[in-house]
């Protein structure tokens, strides 16, 4: 095997302080996105659902509210930390990658910021499609990190040179982690080689001016990269003038592009 293949863990550490308002950060940028997606007639009262890589459980328990006393809504995590079950709301550590489904004939499957990860997405993908019901639901949903972010406004282009080199070089930690950055732009095709049908694709991004919420996720994900950013090259000071500019109001850059891409097995 080569010496250079990629490290297969995820990169964050979501049992870390950091953690908790990265989830937010996330959630409150993703949530209104997702639940838009997977709302009636996608998802029903009565409905059986797998969360995959719950994170913070907050779209699962937007799902088990949906779904109703009927229905019934499994969420699944490596880490859960931050998961708690509730009602109608199971919660089980799960290896998405390793371990079998939770359960099959699910109603509705979501997973977001997951397969982008594993080295085994395309695998794990037909796992996914394979453990629907007839006329069930897979949603995937990703960022795509191929496009330079773009940098709308800057105090001077030092500081924009300088978020593009710390961003570039979190990119680079990911990918060495075994992530796939492209992955968004491949998931409309692999749904449908799954053998699902009514594929269709979305795809949302904004402006973060700085000191907002989502560019705030930028300063927190280079926290929790920070011991392999400065084995990267960079420095203390300039990770620090990283995070001052994320919270600088004449800075603004736009957010990675989300992806949302569902399709529906046959009934």
């Not at 993908?125 to 069930?136: F, K, N, Q, Y």
């Not at 957010?255 to 046959?266: E, H």
Request: charged share 20%; net charge negative.
């Amino acid at each position: 095997m080569p010496t250079d293949a990629p490290d297969t863990g995820y990169a964050f550490d979501t049992g870390a302080a950091d953690a908790v308002p990265q989830m937010h950060a996330l959630e409150s940028f993703l949530d209104p996105i997702t639940t838009g997606r997977i709302a009636a007639p996608i998802l029903t009262a009565g409905a059986r659902c797998w969360e995959v890589g719950a994170g913070g459980g907050s779209i699962a328990r937007a799902m088990a509210a949906s779904v109703g006393p009927a229905g019934r809504v499994v969420a699944t995590d490596l880490d859960l930390t931050h998961l708690r079950p509730a009602g109608n709301l199971d919660v089980r550590r799960h290896d998405v990658r390793r371990e079998p489904p939770p359960g099959d004939a699910f109603d509705l499957v979501h997973a977001r910021l997951v397969l982008l990860h594993l080295p085994e997405r395309r695998r794990v993908l037909r796992t996914l499609a394979g453990v629907l019901a007839p006329g069930g639901w897979l949603v995937v949903e990703e960022f795509d990190c191929t496009a330079p972010l773009r940098v709308l406004t800057a105090p001077n282009d030092d500081a924009a040179k300088l978020f593009a080199q710390v961003t570039d070089a979190m990119l680079g930690i990911l990918q060495s982690h075994g992530a796939d950055l492209a992955w968004a732009q491949d998931v409309h095709a692999a749904l449908t080689a799954a053998g699902l049908t009514e594929v269709d694709t979305v795809t949302h991004a904004q402006s973060w001016p700085g000191g907002s919420l989502g560019a705030s996720l930028y300063a927190t994900n280079s926290r929790q990269l920070e011991p392999e950013l400065l084995d990267a090259g960079l420095s203390s000071g300039q990770l620090e003038a990283f995070r001052r500019l994320l919270r600088d109001p004449g800075f603004a850059v736009m957010s990675y592009q989300f992806v949302s891409t569902r399709g529906r097995r046959a009934g």
